[in-house]
């Protein structure tokens, strides 16, 4: 979306179209790997609502890794979808109320699955 969505219709109609990877989609164990404008974060679910997040904000404080919440994605003002961990073009807000610069890239790196291993 290039210009800003002030409207709550334009915000739905945008929600629609996003690239997305939903908290539900995820399982313990896996990894999103998230580049935006300024930073890049590992994100690895841990399947209790909690993740263990490395990089960007983390990393510049020292205190990576942190064991956070994710509220969820932003489109720059107070609308959240708390259902999506990260969106392409959007926001991502840790629980500690740190919020990412635009989001640019997002990677899923599935855990290994326990019939792999055998």
């Known amino acids: 979306m290039s210009a800003v969505a002030y409207t709550l219709e334009a915000l739905a109609e945008h929600a629609r179209s996003l690239e997305e990877v939903r908290k539900a989609d995820l399982r313990c164990g896996d990894r ?9 974060y590992t994100i690895w679910a841990l399947g209790d609502g909690n993740y263990w997040v490395w990089g960007g904000w983390f990393d510049r404080r020292g205190v990576s890794p942190c064991r956070v919440t994710i509220n969820g994605c932003t489109w720059g003002g107070s609308a959240i979808k ?3 961990l990260v969106a392409r073009g959007l926001f991502l807000e840790f629980g500690n109320r740190v919020l990412t610069t635009r989001v640019q890239n997002v990677r899923v790196i599935p855990a290994k699955s326990e019939n792999a291993l055998n």
Request: overall charge positive.
């Open 82 to 84: 708390h259902d999506v």
């Open 32 to 40: 999103v790997v998230v580049t935006t404008r300024n930073s890049r």
